[in-house]
């Protein structure tokens, strides 16, 4: 266009015009894209703020146990040559083939280790302790219900070995109990022998002992497990997330969840574990 008026002899003010028109068109031109952009950032934020929160809200779930094992992706079944539950079974696929290689070299030592619990969702562990909180599981022989009828000490009680819904490492898929769920097995010959194979192997297989024997590491939480282990390569991340995400609030849905806000759930029983495991 310049040329064009230069070539015409056009008045000098007609030139600054033209070229204040085109200067013009230009800015607008820039603008709009500026503003295209924005709002396509925007878009993206939104969209990246969305998937975030969907997926905390999953893995929230999932932390909680909020789920069915058989039907999650990542999960495998116990081969029933592996487990004494009498029931299927399942755990991560991370988990199972390093328990699988931890029960190999033990055998090769006469060392026989059998799952006898892997997985426990939401509503398994809901079963568990509401039959503990009724009196129908009897604890140390006793119905609960009539030997503490007080709510908050029936819960502290029940703690000693069983978690909360929501709580328990067991939703998670990581965590294992091995042969007997029962201190009585431990102190038997064999159980003895088992648990010192697994105290100066497991680890070289992932596994590490969450509850293990309270002392000045370990002040809070439930008492010894000898019978627990987890596959810390997940449940150290799991720990974290847990740590992160859930908060006793969200805590509730089985019996006596009235008193989760008179302790402190999450610190003193999720994260009381032995520090080797976080």
Known sequence: MINFILKYKFPFFVLVIAILLIGTSFL??????????IIYE????????????ERRAELKLYLMGKFEPSQKEGFVSVPDAYSISGYKMYLRKETLDAFLKMAEKAKEE????????????????????NNKWTGYTLVENKDLSKSIPDGLKRFEKILEYSAAPSTSRHHWGSDIDINNANKE???????????????????????????NQKRNTRTTGYNE?????????????????YKNLIQETEI?????????????????YVLGINPECI
């Open 42 to 53: 925007r878009i993206l934020a939104e969209q990246k703020a969305l998937k975030e929160r």
């Open 185 to 211: 097995y431990f102190e038997t010959k064999t159980g003895e022998k088992v648990y010192e194979w697994l105290e100066k192997n497991a680890s070289a297989f992932g596994f590490c002992q969450p509850y």
């Open 28 to 37: 607008l031109k820039l603008e709009k894209e500026r503003e295209q952009r």
């Open 225 to 241: 497990e000898k019978w627990h282990w987890s596959y810390a390569p997940l449940a150290k991340t799991f720990t974290q997330e």
């Open 252 to 268: 509730n849905g089985f019996m006596g969840d009235e008193n989760v806000s008179k302790l402190n759930l999450i610190n003193d």
């Open 110 to 129: 006469n060392i026989d280790l059998k799952i006898a619990s892997a997985t426990r969702n939401f509503a398994y562990q809901k079963n568990l302790w």
